[in-house]
């Protein structure tokens, strides 16, 4: 898109990987290997490592070869020397027998040195691997074998990894009626049914709202998002793209609205009349999305996000009427805030905020910012996604994987520290740390388990803005002694990005906290030596 280009000046590129959905262009590659995005990213995890150079075993059959090799020296020179000594100058044998000395001394030195001890291991790392390869464990690099058996430190993403991945909406709130979660375990014919059917079913909700909640998910959804029907309409949807997209594309199916076919016709939103839309695309430092199309005389501009973002950049709400009302302050923190979000959270759902924001004719530049709101990274937000009118908010959990919790309980008690960083808020990852067993009652207050955050022990869980806050000084470099004050600690780390993970699994691999105290005696896990730090009991060279 030629516009798009040109208002982007500061970075026109797209990204390897990246789908390209409908159209034709050139492209121009501009980096390849260690100079693209993907090779600095990789650099920054792995170049480190690679720079170290062996791991700890081939390292310690370094030591030992050279050690061997100056003895297997030392004891050829000393053969030499006697054989020569008794062979030509005691019993006066000829001077040519010097060369079978020779030969005989460098026959010493070849069998001392062992130089099939490192593919002894080598063979040996790649036996492990395949059988590791058996329990579904993918071992990138042999010498993961050998360290993956000390590791003290697990440190997880929560979506995909100890979740399932399979995004479902079990609570909403639409024109200020609440639908709770309801107990899947308790079997009745209200538990049953769909948040889109009981939402459909409520009296209270205008059908009006739900079809324009249906049309605001359709339109501000990515291509690639879908739920479709692979083995026929009796088994279960499978999920295309996003997941959580499509959970919301899902409810949309229980609320009996055809949302492809909306996304098709929608006039700025169809592929033939894209050009007439704009989209604001879904970003880590905006933590919303935005779809404009036309509307009636005028445009109006979609936002689906995270709902304490979009939630304080909402100025109307939809009232049970469906009439526009003005949301107070006092409303939006008592009733969507402390009764809505936060109820969601502690049941460990993702809470997503739908809005929209009528104009009343086609703005001149989409891109205008506003400094009066910011987004999540501080930035300048754009004046189409405030002043927004709210439609609801919707409770999306991702259940947790069978076996998570077992394999969390042998980690502890193998001595493994878990922690889990995710993009989710503070509430949502300590309810699914809670959960999965992360965040135990000896890291609670009075040593019970609680859904509030303020509830939890000093520095078990923050979000990523505060994490980068204290561990970096004023000038934006990290400090290895602040890190060392937070870690021993930390085990949920919420609102993260890829930069918080890489300082997070930096800073473990440079501490030396353990080593100050290898000498002092077994402690608790969850309590603080006299030393007034909090130390796991493991040594760091076993980190």
């Not at 990204?15 to 390849?32: R, Y």
């Not at 949502?428 to 019970?448: D, F, N, P, Q, W």
Request: contains cysteine; proline residues 4%; glycine residues 8%.
């Amino acid at each position: 898109n030629k516009n798009e280009f040109e208002k982007n000046e500061e970075k026109p590129f797209i990204l390897s990987g990246t789908v390209c959905t409908s159209g034709s262009g050139k492209l121009l590659v501009l980096a390849v290997g260690t100079h693209s995005v993907s090779g600095k990213i990789k650099a920054a995890v792995y170049g480190e490592a690679e720079e170290e150079g062996g791991s700890p075993l081939f390292d310690k059959l370094d030591k030992m070869s050279l050690k061997i090799g100056k003895a297997g020296m030392f004891v050829a020179t000393v053969v030499f020397l006697v054989m020569t000594v008794v062979g030509v100058f005691i019993k006066g044998g000829p001077a040519r027998e010097i060369v079978h000395y020779i030969v005989q001394a460098i026959t010493i030195l070849a069998v001392a040195v062992p130089e099939g001890l490192p593919l002894a291991v080598t063979l040996s790392l790649a036996f492990s691997s395949s059988k590791m390869s058996l329990d579904n464990n993918l071992v990138k690099t042999l010498k993961a074998c050998e360290t993956m058996g000390s590791a003290t430190t697990i440190c997880s993403d929560k979506t995909g990894t100890l979740t399932a991945n399979r995004m479902t909406v079990r609570g909403a709130v639409v024109c200020g009626v609440i639908k709770p979660a309801l107990d899947p375990r308790i079997d009745t014919a209200e538990s049953r049914k769909s948040v889109g059917q009981r939402l459909r079913a409520d009296k209270n909700i205008p059908n009006e709202a739900l079809e324009e909640l249906g049309r605001l998910v359709s339109v501000n959804t990515m291509d690639e998002s879908a739920v479709v029907f692979e083995n026929g309409e009796n088994a279960p949807p499978a999920f295309k793209g996003n997941p959580t997209e499509c959970a919301l594309l899902e409810l949309c199916r229980t609320l009996s609205i055809d949302w492809r076919g909306i996304r098709d016709s929608a006039i700025g939103r169809s592929d033939a009349t894209r050009s007439q839309g704009h989209p604001f695309m879904f970003s880590s430092a905006r933590k919303l999305m935005s779809w404009a199309v036309p509307y009636r005389k005028g445009y109006r501009v979609y936002v689906k996000g995270a709902a304490e973002i979009v939630l304080s950049r909402c100025a109307w709400e939809v009232s049970s009427t469906n009439r526009v009302q003005k949301l107070k302050d006092e409303r939006r923190e008592t009733f969507y805030v402390n009764t809505v979000v936060k109820a969601f959270a502690a049941s460990a759902m993702r809470t997503i905020a739908l809005a929209y924001k009528d104009f009343d004719r086609l703005p001149e530049d989409w891109s205008q910012t506003t400094s009066e709101v910011k987004n999540a990274d501080g930035t300048d937000a754009f004046v189409a996604e405030t002043e927004l009118v709210l439609m609801g908010i919707v409770g999306i959990e991702d259940p947790l994987r069978d076996e998570v919790p077992p394999a969390i309980n042998r980690c502890y008690g193998a001595g493994i520290d878990v922690r889990m960083c995710t993009g989710d808020n503070l509430a949502t990852a300590v309810a699914i740390a809670s959960r999965c067993g992360i965040l135990r009652k000896e890291h609670y207050k009075h040593g019970r388990m609680s859904p509030h955050v303020s509830d939890l022990l000093k520095d078990r869980a923050m979000t990523g803005k505060e994490f980068r806050k204290r561990v970096h000084n004023d000038e934006g470099v990290f400090v290895q002694a602040s890190f060392d004050e937070i870690w021993p600690r930390l085990r949920v780390m919420a609102r993260c990005d890829p930069d918080d993970k890489h300082t997070l699994a930096h800073g473990l691999n440079k501490s030396l906290l353990c080593e100050a105290a290898s000498e002092l005696p077994r402690h608790r896990r969850d309590g603080a030596p006299a030393t007034g730090v909090e130390l796991p009991r493991h040594r760091r060279e076993n980190t």
